[in-house]
């Protein structure tokens, strides 16, 4: 669960699928007697993390008693580490508030715990400390130099503050640990979250050739994200590497179906030049890719093209405005522009078709009405009549949402002033002892709500999962939905926005 965390909290910024994270309670699963005996056990051995760990598992480590136990251990083992780590570390992986001052007591007994300064890293996200979460991390680092984790999650860390020491750190753990996982898993979030393509394609490369896919993990994770770019920037290249993929036993099934996809994008590239359109359109139409895949995008405006060159410029031009009204990007408008003046439409009428798809397609929002964190008091939906409101379903320890934060301020930071407002509900009640200090710490504007278990969400249902996200226009309908923002797509949220509050034309 620990390391599940660590990754989820990366992931919500570089992996393109709907990134889902649950909140799991510790369960009692063991009787008076058993508990009895691993209690003994732990004090046989205070400093045997396992022995604390199969008495926590066999306990609720939220009720009254085993807290009282521990604080009885602490002070008849006052130099052991361990004791307040291993509760510590119980609360962190039940995502609990509690965590913190055990793991404080935890360095300060043993100031090169790199564990604990682990957890106390992993806590302050949850805090929204992330200042103080960089140094923690720092700590953990020093005190344990040859964990290949630590040193990939610290140059993680200088992403946004300092870039070019984020690519030296970046390459020092490939050059350090050419053997752990963890290298590759920082050529590949290094390749992912480059923002020029050419540089994208060098690291996705590298990864490659430093980190076999037959071995690493992240490696062969990375390839399916390098496929992806190549079908969209040299479809023949993502062939070959599909072909070399294929040869790998274990992916082979996999791989064997990407080539088929790149082989019918390239068939249909020939058969194109050739002016066989029909037979092309027939190639891209049995193209599947994963849904998560950007290329997805790229085929939108593939088949359009071909339609269009086929004579069926207004089957091309319905497609594109149906894409677009999913999610909008500029190079839609563009090419939407492009079909409309073929069929003589000048721009106001190309905006008013595709307002006018949006506008039979929006649904009115599933009322609510939810505890307003800072107030106290209830807020409704009905309370954004008139404005737009960007709604995000999240908890304090859901990774991928701490992920897409940054992204949302740095679009909706532009639209101070105007009739716009930002919601945030948080859907695990457990967690609102970090809710408000999350709020202050990180400095995020969105307005938290508490969610109600239970109640009826309708076209606002989440389903239980976090990040979930959803744009509510001045109106008070549901017009897009199902999106996530990260480095690569902030543009598309903002041009998503500015079409709610424009209300009338883009």
């Not at 089957?315 to 492009?338: C, D, E, H, R, V």
Request: include cysteine; charged fraction near 25%; charge should be positive.
């Amino acid at each position: 669960m620990k390391r599940f965390i660590k990754i989820a909290m990366l992931c919500g910024m570089a992996i393109p699928s709907l990134a889902i994270a649950q909140h799991k309670k510790t369960e009692v699963v063991a009787s008076k007697s058993e508990i009895s005996k691993l209690a003994k056990a732990v004090e046989a051995a205070p400093d045997s993390l396992s022995f604390h760990n199969a008495y926590l598992k066999a306990v609720d480590v939220n009720n009254a008693s085993v807290v009282a136990q521990y604080d009885k251990w602490m002070k008849k083992f006052p130099k052991s580490a361990i004791v307040p780590y291993a509760i510590a570390e119980a609360y962190l992986n039940d995502e609990s508030p509690k965590a913190k001052p055990y793991l404080l007591k935890a360095v300060a007994i043993d100031p090169k715990f790199a564990e604990a300064w682990d957890g106390l890293w992993i806590d302050a996200q949850r805090w929204g400390d992330f200042k103080s979460g960089d140094e923690y991390l720092k700590k953990a680092a020093e005190s344990d130099p040859q964990n290949a984790a630590y040193a990939f999650y610290y140059s993680s860390s200088f992403e946004d503050k300092d870039p070019q020491m984020y690519h030296d750190l970046t390459m020092d753990v490939v050059k350090r640990f050419p053997e752990s996982d963890r290298g590759a898993q920082a050529l590949y979030w290094y390749a992912t979250r480059s923002k020029a393509i050419a540089d994208k394609l060098k690291y996705f490369e590298l990864l490659r050739k430093s980190y076999s896919p037959a071995k690493f993990n992240w490696s062969s994770s990375g390839m399916t994200s390098y496929f992806d770019l190549l079908l969209m920037e040299d479809a023949k290249k993502a062939l070959a590497l599909a072909e070399d993929m294929a040869k790998i036993e274990k992916h082979e099934k996999e791989w064997a179906n990407l080539k088929l996809q790149a082989q019918r994008v390239n068939d249909a590239g020939d058969l194109a030049k050739n002016n066989k359109l029909s037979e092309a359109m027939s190639q891209l139409d049995q193209v599947k890719v994963p849904r998560y895949f950007k290329f997805n995008k790229e085929l939108i405006f593939l088949k359009a093209e071909m339609e269009s060159s086929a004579g069926k410029t207004n089957t091309a031009y319905t497609s594109l405005i149906t894409s677009f009204a999913k999610q909008p990007n500029t190079k839609l408008i563009w090419a939407i522009m492009g079909m409309g003046a073929k069929l003589g439409k000048d721009p106001h009428q190309v905006d008013a078709d595709i307002m006018k798809y949006i506008n039979d397609n929006a649904k009115p929002a599933t009322p609510f009405s939810l505890k307003n964190y800072f107030t106290s008091s209830q807020t409704s939906l009905s309370d954004y009549k008139g404005k737009v409101v960007l709604l995000t379903y999240w908890f304090p320890g859901c990774g991928p949402c701490r992920g897409e934060f940054p992204h949302f301020e740095n679009v909706v930071s532009k639209f101070k002033g105007q009739d716009f407002d930002y919601v945030g509900i948080n859907i695990v009640s457990e967690q609102n002892d970090y809710v408000v200090p999350f709020m202050k710490g990180s400095g995020y504007s969105f307005t938290p709500l508490e969610d109600v278990k239970g109640r009826v969400k309708g076209n606002l249902d989440n389903r239980g999962a976090a990040p979930v996200n959803f744009l509510i226009d001045k109106q008070g309908r549901v017009v897009f939905s199902n999106f996530r923002t990260d480095g690569d797509n902030e543009d598309e949220l903002e041009l998503m926005i500015k079409m709610l509050l424009a209300d009338k034309k883009l």
